[in-house]
């Protein structure tokens, strides 16, 4: 039984793949993460990272049974699942997880089947055979594979979203993305549930003069993010979600910027490994 508990991004981006000179280092791939705690693998999101990391998978010819935990449902959080090559496996066993949803009747299936039928996608999401639609409460413990714990609550972010207080041989790995800090009920909410983790991706889209511009847009600043993590002793906060427009030497300074004022704060980034 393995004892590794690790995070690999994949995807760090926001809104919209970016590639391009300016994003090279960082990585232009929207919102995925995958987290091996013992033998069981989860991916938070399945943005446009997921397909590398779905060629990987098949190529090392590597189990692809997993949990895909999604904070909501936005397309940049999404649009990899299509072109997801395990979730087409009728070996594998996929189980994806959605607790977002402001209206009941929401269900993930339908979403996965909005964007996957013709005329926007070639194939039905009936084809996505190793995948197991899992629609559940916010707030509830997700009985995932394996021996992590996984704790969720409400993101203040525009039609929803969920973090994730996920827990393995005592450590800690929080993933707070997409969400808007301003909501005095969630922002009271949130020390008590980040509290102490290791790790903490956090939405710091904006920085705070930028955020002026943005109020109601669902996403928060590098400046909240090094905030909560000294409020909830977090030791690394993770700076994710990256504005679409922001090139790789914007995201060097905010990243010095940011470890000046909290040290040990990163800039995620593609292909970074963490290990709390
Ligand atoms: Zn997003
Ligand atoms: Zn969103």
Known sequence: MSEEFSLRFWGVRGSTPTPGTGTLRYGGETSCLEIRAGNARMLVDCGSGARNLGMELCQKKQSADMDILFTHTHLDHICGLPFFWPAFDPDSQINAWAGHFEEPELKLADVVNRIMSPPVFPLAAKSLKALSF???????????????????MRLNHPGGACGYRIEFQGKVICIITDHEH???????????????????????????EEYETYIGWGHSTWQKAVELAREAEVKTPVLFHHDPRRVDDELDEIGTAAADVYPGTLVAKEGLILKP
Do not use: H, W
């Open 134 to 152: 899992c629609d559940y409460q916010v707030g509830s413990e997700l009985p995932v594979c394996g021996d992590a714990t996984v704790r969720t």
């Open 182 to 208: 301003g909501n005095v009920e969630i922002d009271a909410k949130l020390p008590g549930f980040v509290e102490g983790a290791d790790i903490m991706i956090y939405d710091a889209m904006y920085t705070d």
